[in-house]
């Protein structure tokens, strides 16, 4: 349990975000060696993995956007030492994750490949993206649970257990890569599809794992199988009403961010792999932003739940300013050493060229985002899920894709276009999320 005060601030801070951090090293470790293994059978199947996770990334997350609100309504009740209702929210987040994966499954299966051309993609970028696609999208519900499961813990401030939990997953998913892409020993040689096995091999024993924490009876936060299966409408409707608009701005940002890659596709098979190398490399400055959002939002629910905003407002103010350190100094080495990272993945020529400076590029927006991460992070720790919304709607419909497409396609600026507008766009809403922060709605918002 955390203790509230202001004299640990800082302290909690760190407990909280530290192993977020590590998680996130963690995760992308996974992505750079996946891109790394499967650079070895070239430039299409590069192309095709990364745009064919995509598309299951941005699928998985908007369903998985009821996460925010549980993580939410269970810092609330952790704070107020409410610690039955927190379980009960915690096992309908997971009764409902479990529906929900079992139903959307076979509509991205059947679909996998419309999806893909749908997405301008090359002939061969779709024949080698369907299998993988397929493959982990059958298994989609081990996901949503695994990211439900880190949710509850998260909110009631244990980010260790997903932390170490990540690792194994890791692990495992990195020897099954190597094991399944090149048909090591008694494996097959499965190329881009041995990445979705591994991947899905990987997710169903990290669900296990978190849900094994869950039902124990040291851990911070534990369910049983009675709160799990057993309905409890009115948890359900919290979890809902605080979720509709957090849906909505994952469903929006993501959306706009499908349409970003696919006008990134429409620039060719040369254009989304560079895109998808330097994406991965910029993925690794999110990591302190992403953990600072996290234990913000831990923070902000808790301290609202024991009465205390003024602590609220502090830990949202004091996590900025450490964000914005971090991410500065990844700002910092993307300008001065962008061709240097980007050939650890020993891409051809005109990719690494293009690469680079969409890096350079992207060192433009890391204090932008540093301030958008956190201070999001912290209204949906509070509850205000619907400002957050409003930022994501404007900044979808009318920044995101349309900067993408006029610098990009209408003004021939080519990927470097496309990287720009999203820069201006990550900008103008750290403006806007600081704006709505500062009105102070967040305090007044009941879950």
């Avoid at 209702?85 to 059947?110: E, R, T």
């Avoid at 098979?269 to 831990?298: C, D, K, Y």
């Avoid at 400076?357 to 958008?372: D, G, R, T």
Wanted: hydrophobic share 55%; net charge positive.
């Amino acid at each position: 349990m955390l203790e509230l005060t202001e004299n640990n601030l800082n302290k909690n801070i760190f407990k909280l975000s530290i192993p977020i951090v590590i998680e996130n090293i963690f995760h992308m470790s996974v992505f750079v060696s996946d891109t790394i293994m499967i650079a070895r059978l070239g430039t299409a199947s590069i192309a095709a993995v990364g745009l064919a996770g995509t598309v299951y990334f941005i699928v998985s997350m908007v369903f998985s956007s009821l996460n925010i609100a549980s993580a939410s309504i269970i810092a609330r009740h952790v704070g107020a030492k409410e610690m039955v209702k927190a379980q009960i929210v915690a096992g309908q987040s997971i009764l409902m994750s479990l529906v929900l994966g079992v139903a959307v499954s076979p509509f991205l299966v059947i679909f996998a490949r419309k999806l893909l051309v749908v997405m301008s993609a090359e002939p061969i970028v779709v024949d080698l993206g369907v299998g993988y696609l397929q493959i982990v999208s059958g298994f989609m519900v081990f996901r949503l649970i695994m990211l439900a499961c880190s949710g509850i813990l998260r909110g009631a401030g244990d980010t260790k257990t997903p932390m170490k939990v990540t690792l194994v997953i890791n692990i495992i998913n990195i020897l099954f890569n190597w094991l399944l892409i090149f048909g090591i020993g008694p494996f097959p040689r499965l190329g881009v599809s041995g990445v979705g096995y591994a991947t899905v091999i990987a997710y169903f024993i990290g669900t296990g794992l978190l849900m094994k924490k869950l039902f124990e009876k040291e851990a911070i936060i534990n369910i049983s199988i009675q709160q799990m299966v057993r309905l409890h409408l009115e948890s359900m409707r919290r979890i809902i009403r605080v979720s509709i608009p957090a849906a909505i701005d994952t469903f929006l940002t993501q959306m706009g961010f499908l349409f970003f890659t696919k006008i990134v596709t429409m620039l060719g098979t040369i254009s989304l792999a560079a895109h998808e190398i330097a994406l991965r490399i910029e993925s690794i400055s999110f990591m302190p932003g992403f953990a600072l959002a996290v234990s913000t939002a831990t923070l902000v629910g808790q301290s609202l739940g024991a009465k205390n905003s003024n602590l609220a407002f502090l830990s949202m103010k004091r996590s900025c300013c450490f964000a914005l350190g971090l991410m500065g100094f990844f700002a910092l080495v993307f300008l001065l050493l962008p061709k240097q990272i980007v050939g650890l993945f020993q891409p051809e020529a005109n990719v690494l060229s293009l690469a680079t400076v969409c890096l350079m590029i992207s060192a433009i927006e890391q204090p932008a985002l540093a301030i958008y991460m956190v201070y999001a992070g912290g209204l949906r720790g509070a509850g205000d899920t619907v400002s957050p919304m409003i930022v994501a709607i404007v900044g979808t419909l009318c920044l995101h894709v349309p900067l993408a497409y006029v610098l990009g396609v209408t003004f021939h600026l080519g990927l470097a276009g496309v990287w720009l507008g999203a820069a201006i766009d990550w900008i103008i809403r750290a403006i806007a999320i600081y704006c709505l922060y500062k009105r102070g709605r967040w305090k007044q918002v009941i879950v």
